[in-house]
């Protein structure tokens, strides 16, 4: 989905400062690189920005996920002596990046070829109207954002979605409902396979390897 961008919307605030937790964060990661690359700590530092918006937006009334301001950006491009267009370019680029206020929970519905065979549309459908709300959307109370995203790399358990940093695999149209149900309620679903399964083995267990499986604990 196209990725919004409006450096002069209303919601964006006029400034924006990383927090004492952020600051140390950010100098610690700034310090992993070699003397003149520090530039390189843009990606961490976007994502770490992204990261603090969501903590104080799962405290606001209604409350929001995380995403970045352009004010972030800003202060990132000074505090690594960047252009700030050098920083939007690569918060326009990758997906990961929020530009826009989202949802406290950030659904990305995979549709992807693998995902759209194995049933993604019934999970779109079953989101949407569960939620009440379209494509690209947030839902009024502000917990949850829809978007449709390629593929996640977890197709071996299509289909599934990824919410914030968890991924929901195997997915029925009723345990995507199931799913969802429990976020609103701020407990916490099982992440990973919604039919039981480990990590990628058959659902039957394992085929192959089955002395080690056991071994593992995951058989
Ligand atoms: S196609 Fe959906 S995770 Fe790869």
């Known amino acids: 989905m196209k990725k919004l961008f409006e450096i002069n919307a209303d919601y964006q605030p006029e ?19 070699p003397k003149g690359r520090q530039q390189s700590a843009v990606m961490p530092l976007l994502d770490l920005a992204q990261r603090q918006m969501g903590e104080e937006g ?16 800003d202060h990132i491009g000074d505090m690594l002596g960047m252009p700030h267009i050098k920083v939007y370019e690569v918060a326009t ?7 826009a ?11 992807t070829t693998p995902c759209w065979l ?24 502000g917990k949850f954002t829809l978007v449709e995203v390629e593929c996640l790399g977890a197709c071996v358990n299509a289909p ?13 149209s009723e345990s995507m409902k199931e799913l969802l149900g429990t976020l609103a309620e701020d ?19 394992p085929t192959t390897l089955e ?7 995951v058989a």
């Not at 924006?16 to 700034?30: G, L, N, P, R, V």
């Not at 680029?93 to 530009?99: A, D, E, G, P, Q």
């Not at 396979?193 to 058959?202: C, H, P």
Request: glycine share 10%; proline share 4%; net charge positive.
């Open 58 to 73: 799962a405290k606001a009334e209604p409350p929001h996920g995380g995403w970045i301001p352009r004010a972030a950006m």
């Open 101 to 111: 206020p989202v949802g406290k929970h950030l659904v990305q519905i995979c549709t």
């Open 93 to 99: 680029f990758y997906s990961m990046y929020n530009l």
């Open 15 to 33: 400034s924006f400062e990383f927090t004492k937790a952020s600051q140390k964060k950010a100098a610690d990661i700034i310090a992993l690189y």
């Open 187 to 205: 407990m916490k679903p099982t992440i990973g396979s919604q039919k039981g399964r480990k990590a990628s083995m058959a659902l039957s267990g």
């Open 160 to 172: 599934m979605v990824q919410i914030n940093d968890d991924y929901y695999e195997d997915l029925t």
């Open 211 to 217: 002395k080690q499986a056991k071994k593992a604990g």
């Open 118 to 141: 194995c049933g993604s549309d019934e999970i779109v459908q079953a989101s949407k109207k569960h939620l009440g709300i379209g494509m690209g959307e947030t839902t009024k109370d």
